[in-house]
């Protein structure tokens, strides 16, 4: 079946840095990546819509030069936060869309900005 | 765009007894509605999924049914084990684009 990894599944940083998370398709190619956020004892709201070599589609309320996306090949997607806040302390999540796969989660990025 | 509500959003069951988590969904254009089944701090598991060409899917002790002139779907869980205990999500489609989630529900099924 469709696997995607995501790295790293936590990540401590300090108020002011910026964190990188990796999302990868590990054996189909990724035509269509979206990344997620999800709040304690919230569903999981998605942030943008990313397709290979192209601009990612952010949704309503998300601040695209803080929450940087790149999905430079079929298989790697990346999710920049940049001058984190302790605010941006979530659960970040990634899912991967294949011809033949559907939707694939990550295992997910727990966040948090001290 | 698409807007998804799930009911209940806790659901407490005795062993073996059938759970049932309804959604609705209010873009007609959605054709695929997903289930997904999550533990704390995992990610989303589909357990189930179906399209709009179906009514009704079934899998072992799950099944999911869909209406579509109501615009609601529904996921039935049968002879519940404490292991089903997780939050579910339901999610839509539309038009093979993102998925649009409910709140989820948190199912507890005690011993």
């Known amino acids: 079946g469709a696997v995607v990894s995501q790295h790293p599944s936590r990540v401590i940083c300090k108020s002011g840095t910026s964190v990188k998370i990796e999302c990868r398709s590990l054996d189909f190619q990724a035509t269509t990546m979206f990344w997620y956020r999800q709040f304690p004892k919230q569903s999981l709201m998605l942030m943008a819509t990313s397709n290979e070599g192209s601009k990612a589609t952010y949704e309503q309320g998300v601040e695209k030069d803080k929450f940087l996306i790149n999905h430079a090949s079929l298989t790697l997607s990346t999710l920049t936060v940049t001058s984190a806040h302790p605010e941006d302390s979530s659960f970040y999540i990634c899912?991967?869309?294949?011809?033949?796969?559907?939707?694939?989660f990550g295992s997910g990025t727990r966040l948090t900005v001290v | 765009g698409e807007n998804v509500e799930q009911h209940p959003s806790t659901l407490s069951v005795q062993e073996g007894d059938s759970a049932v988590i309804k959604c609705t969904y209010s873009?007609?254009?959605?054709?695929?509605f997903p289930w997904y089944k999550q533990e704390l701090g995992k990610r989303p598991q589909l357990i189930i999924d179906?399209?709009?060409?179906?009514g009704e899917k079934k899998d072992q002790r799950i099944a999911v049914t869909l209406n579509k002139t109501a615009k609601h779907f529904s996921l039935h869980i049968t002879e519940t084990q404490p292991e089903d205990s997780a939050v579910y999500f339901c999610a839509a489609s539309p038009n093979a684009e993102k998925l649009v989630f409910g709140k989820g529900t948190k199912l507890t099924v005690n011993p």
């Open positions: 899912s991967a869309e294949g011809t033949h796969y559907g939707y694939t």
């Open positions: 179906i399209r709009s060409n179906v």
């Open positions: 873009d007609s254009a959605s054709n695929y």
